[in-house]
């Protein structure tokens, strides 16, 4: 095994769990807080103390888990994270064949999902064509003939990750097809802004939403930074933000964009993928946000209540969900696979589950 340098899986040095939480954004160590005149509450990922209006409870609405451990759900679990939507995305490399893109689908709705319940937490799905691929129109057009199989399956939340990479006319007709099925299907829309010439994409993006007449109110335009937020929200959209080390959005800028634009329709996510990102971005952003000084139920909006409420739209998403779960049975299989490996001991509970511990105030 590998010498980690004393870092733990979310690569925070051991020290440092005892220590307070280190920001992604520009490498501070954060301490207890107690803000809002509030005692504060054990933040249990770190021996973090946020305020008790925060609560202890979150979302991360944009994770890609198939690319995490499990070691990342245990984490995310302590921290208080108890549910996460798992967008559609590219792999790192070009999909050859609509074999690959139909095997990644089924294993997102499936083995992802049970692998994530095995340590308490509820996993969703965004379906959907991502825009780096569309631009292959073969298999773009594969992808769309079978999408609308998949869209209706449990657990399905949203179809996204949709939009622009290269902005081509190619990109433009994939994300029209799929408003349109949006649309058919009720579903709520989760739109990736392109990382180049970001504000004219999203312009873009929202004028062919508008186009198309979608509800702004049931769409979340992701991957925000300052030059696009108040448009994004003047128009009625959920503005999202990914929380990256040292690029896209850290969590000391998120933390000013909530005090300059309050938490109405903005949501906090980690965007956690195969590259270097924080699983535990989401309670990281929230316990900083609590220390300097943003009110207790803002750092609830944009840190579980926004999400809830746009993605609950779609009928597959509701907080008893998490507040009233199943008993954990790690003895389970999911087509006789199990995330324990020889001799490890399964934790199998035989009540449900108390929540006490996790609260929303």
């Not at 499936?110 to 095995?118: D, H, I, L, P, T």
Request: include cysteine; aromatic fraction near 6%; charge should be negative.
């Amino acid at each position: 095994m590998a010498d980690d340098g004393g870092k733990g899986q979310s690569g925070i040095p051991e020290q440092s769990l005892h220590q307070g939480l280190v920001c992604s954004c520009c490498g501070s160590r954060l301490q207890p807080s107690k803000a809002n005149g509030s005692a504060g509450v054990k933040f249990a990922a770190a021996g973090l103390a946020v305020p008790e209006a925060a609560g202890t409870m979150f979302i991360d609405p944009h994770a890609h888990m198939i690319s995490r451990t499990t070691d990342d759900y245990q984490a995310m679990a302590r921290a208080g994270v108890v549910a996460v939507i798992e967008p559609s995305f590219w792999l790192g490399q070009p999909r050859t064949n609509i074999g690959s893109y139909l095997d990644y689908l089924s294993t997102i709705l499936g083995f992802e999902k049970f692998r994530a319940g095995q340590f308490g937490i509820r996993h969703y799905c965004c379906v959907g064509l991502n825009p780096k691929e569309a631009n292959n129109q073969a298999l773009a057009e594969a992808v769309l003939d079978a999408l609308p199989g998949f869209a209706v399956k449990e657990g399905v939340v949203a179809l996204g990750e949709l939009g622009y990479d290269e902005q081509s006319a190619q990109e433009d007709k994939c994300l029209r097809a799929q408003i349109d099925l949006a649309i058919e299907l009720d579903l709520p829309i989760m739109i990736h802004t392109p990382h180049r010439d970001k504000h004219r994409g999203t312009m873009r993006t929202m004028d062919v939403l508008a186009e198309h007449r979608f509800d702004p109110g049931r769409c979340v335009i992701d991957h925000n930074t300052e030059e696009t937020v108040r448009e994004v929200l003047d128009r009625g959209f959920f503005a999202a933000f990914s929380i990256y080390p040292h690029t896209k959005m850290g969590n000391e800028r998120m933390t000013e964009i909530v005090r300059v634009y309050g938490p109405e329709r903005i949501i906090v996510d980690s965007a956690c993928d195969w590259g270097v990102s924080d699983p535990l971005a989401v309670p990281k952003t929230a316990a900083l946000m609590a220390q300097r000084g943003i009110a207790g139920p803002d750092i609830r909006k944009v840190s579980y209540e926004n999400a809830l409420a746009v993605y609950g739209l779609s009928g597959a998403m509701q907080a008893t969900d998490w507040t009233d779960p199943s008993p954990i049975d790690q003895s389970t299989l999911f087509l006789g696979n199990s995330v324990l490996r020889g001799g490890q001991a399964p934790r199998i509970e035989t009540t449900r589950r108390s929540m006490s511990d996790i609260r929303i105030s």
